[in-house]
Nanobody, 120 residues
C-alpha cells in the first residue's frame, strides 16, 4: 500500500489550500485517516484525524480553520485549510490505518509529504 498526497503549495496568509491523499494497492478496509505536519526543526505533530464513522479531532491551533473529511468510496482523505497563517508552514503527511488482507490487523501507512508554505 502506498499513499499519494497532493495539494500543497505557496499561498499568502489568509488564503486556502485543499490537500488530498489516496492509497494504491490492496485495501480491505481503512480505519482512521489523519494529517500530520512537520515544520523545520520541529517534531511531527497530529493536525487532524477522522475515524471510519466520521468522528474528527483537531489540534487546537487549527480548530475553526481546517476541516478534515473522507470519501470512503474512494478511500480518500481531504484537509481543507482556510485562513492560513505563516505558522502553518510545514510538510504535511497523510496517515491511514489500513487492513490489506481479511483477518489481518491494521497497519499504519504514511504518504510522502506535501509542502505547504504560507507567506506573510
Amino acid at each position: 500500500v502506498q499513499l499519494q498526497a497532493s495539494g500543497g503549495g505557496l499561498v499568502q496568509a489568509g488564503g486556502s489550500l485543499r490537500l488530498s491523499c489516496s492509497p494504491s494497492g490492496r485495501i480491505v478496509r481503512i480505519n482512521t485517516m489523519a494529517w500530520y505536519r512537520q515544520a523545520p526543526g520541529k517534531q511531527r505533530e497530529l493536525v487532524a484525524s477522522i475515524s471510519s464513522d466520521g468522528n474528527s479531532y483537531y489540534e487546537d491551533s487549527v480548530k475553526g480553520r481546517f476541516t478534515i473529511s473522507r470519501d470512503n468510496a474512494k478511500n480518500t482523505v481531504f484537509l481543507q485549510m482556510n485562513s492560513l497563517r505563516p505558522e502553518d508552514t510545514a510538510d504535511y503527511y497523510c496517515n491511514m490505518d489500513v487492513r490489506s488482507t481479511f483477518g489481518q490487523s491494521y497497519r499504519a501507512y504514511w504518504g510522502q509529504g506535501t509542502q505547504v508554505t504560507v507567506s506573510s
